[in-house]
């Protein structure tokens, strides 16, 4: 079974340029996550979609970063326009549901740098 | 929201068990405890998940008390390839995003 898929792996942009990230769920997953994972610390939820439709973006800085899932596949998360603390690793993942008990899969995230 | 709290590091020898706890005290009813390993340029990776007693599988075994405050992650016969960071996370079907952030987790290094 194919994994989740992102690209691309590696981004370096200057502050204020805008970036997007892709993602490909696993085939037949309702359920996808973007985290956001600063270095030393531990992966951040921004948004939880569940087919297409949001389930909880409570965390997505919304003046800056926006994401779509259309057609509940494939999913597109972007930053308009950088900051310098966006500097992170965006990790997509996905699960058949979001009723317990379940497991995510995460995809091997973009490396996201601002300069 | 229940809120984890983990040792940030813990070293260990090839062979050895090696057990992880987890501390939640404000656990929901509802709430599910999962462990996630997370290596070096790598999403995370689900380990084991339950809601109470023991729960294993071919790779760990999970400990929760009757009263479910906290949490044991246990590795059987750890290898250098286990160096990771583990994570605990605690949370139910109604929670929030903020259930799946997850925290600093701990830093296992498997020594030779």
């Known amino acids: 079974e194919a994994g989740v898929a992102q690209s691309p792996r590696y981004k370096i942009i200057e502050k204020r340029q805008s970036v997007a990230f892709w993602c490909n769920p696993i085939?037949?997953?309702?359920?996808l996550y973007w985290y956001q994972q600063i270095l030393g610390q531990g992966p951040k939820l921004l948004i939880q979609?569940?087919?297409?439709?949001?389930?909880?973006d409570s965390q997505l800085p919304k003046d800056r970063f926006s994401a779509e899932r259309l057609k509940g596949v494939d999913s597109t998360l972007k930053i308009q326009p950088a900051k310098l603390e966006d500097s992170a690793v965006y990790l997509c993942?996905?699960?058949?549901?979001?009723?317990?008990?379940?497991?995510?899969?995460f995809g091997p995230g973009t490396r996201l740098t601002v300069t | 929201l229940a809120k984890t709290t983990q040792p940030i590091s813990m070293d260990s020898y090839e062979g050895q068990e090696v057990n992880i706890t987890c501390s939640h005290n404000?656990?929901?009813?509802?709430?599910?405890i999962t462990w996630y390993q997370q290596f070096p340029s790598q999403g995370p990776r689900f380990i084991i998940q339950?809601?109470?007693t023991k729960v294993t599988n071919e790779v760990a075994s999970l400990f929760i008390p009757a009263d479910r405050k906290s949490s044991t992650l246990s590795l059987p016969r750890v290898s250098l390839s286990d160096t990771a960071v583990y994570y605990c996370?605690?949370?139910?079907?109604?929670?929030?995003?903020?259930?799946?952030?997850f925290g600093s987790g701990t830093q296992l290094t498997v020594l030779p």
């Open positions: 993942a996905s699960s058949l549901t979001d009723s317990y008990p379940y497991e995510q899969y």
């Open positions: 085939s037949g997953h309702a359920t």
């Open positions: 996370l605690v949370g139910s079907s109604s929670g929030s995003a903020r259930q799946l952030t």
């Open positions: 979609f569940q087919n297409n439709g949001v389930v909880d």
């Open positions: 404000n656990i929901a009813t509802n709430d599910y």
């Open positions: 339950g809601y109470k």
